[in-house]
């Protein structure tokens, strides 16, 4: 393998149901800390759901770009805000037509459009503060851009739970392409009654918090939130190793039962980073909790890693943030990877029963307070699985 380009994501802005920043969300995530979930009656009629809400007000967007004043992009500005240092130093170093934007999400402002029919049936007219742009995929790349006044590529992957992972692969083609020095890479999602109805019809979604991996699973729980990246070709800083893409179409809502495409992906993230299974130092799940999901994706580990490795999923703490979720579980691993004391490395936990699935490998589920000896450098792997099977596996890791 010749040397690879590199590829830093030189700064986070994250928020969900833990916090409201890195450092807050890292203390509570190793403490697998549940306290952020809620309960929410006005989504599903005669359902009482488990939510990961992000409490407290936003973020107001400033008036001149009202017409893109929804949640999902309220959220992605408490993220954009953390990383504007790292950005503005950016800015002059490469100037506005060498930055791109590129975001994923699911919902887009569906909940403030929500709202919005609701104000018609009720009164005619659609409420004066609803504007497509906040509806349409396209507006939440469209925002950031024009917020910061940026002239590179920008716009917005929808492909259901791995927007957030392939946000950040194609940021990271976008510079070794040379088109752009720095792209703004993530996502957001936004909780929102299309997404919940919907997946109360698929019959996936359970009245308790997520159980995953567990023999008692029931179904996934919801969640929001963003995370966004400052994505350079800075070869210090928490890189980039390994992206691997999949899309195996077994169906249009469930995975393919064998676990093909996830490994598949699995197994390119690992030739992409120049790696072997045996490297990678800890995995997160996409867990979503659901039997469908966690069957094909625990056969799928199995396979890949013969030998075992740390894993957990992170749903059971902030649920399953959608179109966000790619990009925040990428969070996740940078975040451990960021919080590394000497050769140790602090796991999020597996949060569960503890009643092992008998149909199903058994995995090296990590418990709270555990920590893995790795060798320098780190590397840590993360699991996203979208509807159709869009997969996508991302591979980081700290500079050689």
Not at 12 to 28: A, D, F, H, T
Request: net charge negative; with cysteine; proline share 4%.
């Amino acid at each position: 393998m010749g040397e690879r380009s590199p590829c830093s994501l030189t700064a986070l802005g994250v928020v969900n149901c833990l916090g409201r920043n890195p450092s807050e969300i890292w203390k509570r995530l190793i403490e697998g800390d549940q306290s952020g979930f809620r309960q929410r009656t006005d989504f599903v009629p005669d359902r009482s759901l488990w939510v990961g809400e992000v409490r407290d007000s936003l973020p107001e967007l400033p008036p001149e770009l009202s017409r893109f004043a929804c949640r999902n992009n309220a959220l992605t500005l408490l993220a954009l805000e953390q990383i504007r240092g790292e950005f503005e130093t950016a800015l002059s170093r490469f100037g506005s037509d060498r930055i791109g934007v590129i975001l994923g999400t699911s919902t887009s402002g569906v909940g403030d459009a929500e709202s919005a029919i609701a104000h018609q049936i009720e009164s005619g007219a659609l409420s004066s503060r609803f504007h497509y742009d906040q509806l349409e995929f396209g507006g939440a790349s469209s925002f950031v851009a024009e917020l910061l006044g940026l002239g590179g590529p920008a716009y917005t992957l929808s492909t259901a739970c791995s927007s957030g992972a392939r946000a950040l692969a194609s940021a990271r083609s976008l510079i070794r392409l040379g088109v752009c020095d720095a792209v703004i890479a993530g996502a957001t999602d936004s909780l929102c009654g299309l997404t919940t109805s919907g997946f109360s019809a698929l019959q996936a979604l359970s009245d308790e918090i997520t159980n995953p991996m567990s023999g008692n699973r029931k179904g996934l729980t919801l969640g929001e939130g963003a995370a966004l990246f400052l994505v350079t070709a800075d070869p210090d800083g928490i890189q980039l190793l390994g992206v691997g893409e999949s899309s195996e179409a077994h169906h249009m809502s469930a995975p393919d039962p064998a676990g093909t495409g996830a490994r598949s992906a699995m197994e390119f993230a690992l030739t992409d980073a120049g790696l072997g299974a045996s490297e990678i130092d800890y995995l997160n799940l996409h867990g979503t909790g659901t039997p469908l999901n966690d069957s094909m994706e625990s056969v799928a580990v199995d396979t890949v890693f013969d030998s075992g490795v740390p894993c957990s999923s992170t749903k059971a703490v902030v649920g399953h943030t959608l179109g966000a979720a790619g990009a925040m579980e990428a969070a996740f691993c940078w975040l451990l990877l960021a919080a590394r004391d000497g050769d140790q490395l602090t796991l999020p936990p597996h949060c569960w029963d503890g009643v092992q699935d008998e149909t199903l490998p058994v995995l090296a589920l990590a418990e709270k307070g555990q920590c893995v000896r790795a060798a320098h450098p780190a590397r840590v792997m993360s699991n996203s699985f979208g509807f159709g099977g869009n997969n996508c596996t991302l591979v980081l890791g700290e500079p050689s």
